[in-house]
């Protein structure tokens, strides 16, 4: 298991950005898969974007595409949600989570999961 802290949450006007930050304890960080996960009030957790172990690839989802990046500094155990052009409709809290998998788009498949930190966009 490991420990996942989330912070860079905030109240930013649409069009604006925003970056998470998820700090992870333990010196394993380099090897899980890491997403982005958000959840918003009565919906489903759904997936943001994913980073494989080494960070060379990366996956966003469709409606985050071209605005929302994913990085990590496996030196500094920490991976980023850097969010550009934020909408209202991005307004959730947001996880960070591991997997002992490759990257995966279900949150079932992620073992640990941070606190969450909430988004909020006003328009």
């Known amino acids: 298991q490991v420990q996942l802290v989330e912070s860079g949450g905030g109240l930013v006007q649409a069009g604006g950005s925003l970056r998470l930050s998820c700090a992870a304890s333990?010196?394993?960080?380099?090897?899980?898969?890491m997403g982005w996960f958000r959840q918003a009030p009565g919906k489903e957790r759904e997936f943001v974007a994913g980073s494989t172990r080494s960070g060379d690839m990366a996956y966003t989802t469709d409606s985050a595409r071209g605005r929302f990046i994913i990085s990590r500094d496996n030196a500094k155990n920490t991976v980023y949600l850097h969010m550009n052009k934020l909408k209202p409709e991005d307004t959730a809290v947001y996880y960070c989570?591991?997997?002992?998998?490759?990257?995966?788009?279900?949150?079932?498949?992620?073992?640990?999961w941070g606190q969450g930190t909430q988004v909020t966009v006003s328009s």
């Open positions: 989570a591991a997997s002992n998998l490759s990257v995966t788009t279900r949150a079932t498949d992620y073992h640990s």
């Open positions: 333990g010196r394993t960080f380099s090897s899980y898969a």
